[in-house]
């Protein structure tokens, strides 16, 4: 069960990812969680930063999605805004917004890989479907509060895995 919760890859933040590595690994899609893994949490603006470092994973060849737990609207938004795919009420971890992700891409699972800052959510949806999983630190300390609630579980989770020496 631990492996589910163990991302591929931790990062800090978007610009620690290293591109050349996953097109190496064979990764041509990423999927990419909403809130506060490109945009704060319950906020309609992205930086221009992500925005531009998103447009040139695009140029790069990437073939990207978001795949949001939020409903339609807002995430149709941001997608629209990035000229990309999306799937909104995910329930992740569920396969099925991953799937119809990869679908949308026309990937198959071993292309494709997962960004997201909840390893609940976005790592064990990821890794139960055997995509290439990527962590990311949370952009905001603003969240819902249940994902406030998941995120004391997520420490003591990431205590376990270091201890089982599952993580650096």
């Known amino acids: 069960m631990y492996h589910l919760l163990c991302p591929n890859r931790m990062v800090n933040s978007l610009y ?3 591109v050349y590595a996953l097109q190496h690994l ?3 899609g990423i999927i990419f969680d909403l809130d506060n893994t490109i945009v704060p ?3 309609q603006e992205m930086s221009p930063e ?3 470092w998103l447009q040139a994973l695009v140029c790069q060849g990437f073939q990207l999605c978001l795949v949001s737990n939020n409903m339609g609207n807002r995430v149709e938004g941001i997608a629209a ?3 990309i795919p999306f799937v909104s009420k995910a329930y992740k971890p569920t396969n099925a917004g991953f799937l119809q992700a990869i679908k949308r891409m026309e990937l198959n699972r071993k292309e494709v890989a997962v960004v997201g800052d909840q390893l609940f959510t976005d790592i064990l949806g990821g890794n139960r479907l055997g ?3 990527i962590w990311v630190k949370p952009l905001s300390k603003q969240e819902f509060i249940g994902t406030k609630i998941t995120r004391q579980l997520e420490k003591l989770t ?3 895995l270091r ?3 599952l993580l650096k």
Do not use: M
């Open 26 to 28: 064979g990764i041509r």
């Open 81 to 83: 805004l990035l000229g």
């Open 41 to 43: 949490w319950d906020q």
């Open 16 to 18: 620690d990812i290293e």
């Open 158 to 160: 990431l205590r376990v």
């Open 50 to 52: 992500i925005i531009q």
């Open 131 to 133: 995509l290439y999983t």
């Open 163 to 165: 201890r089982k020496g």
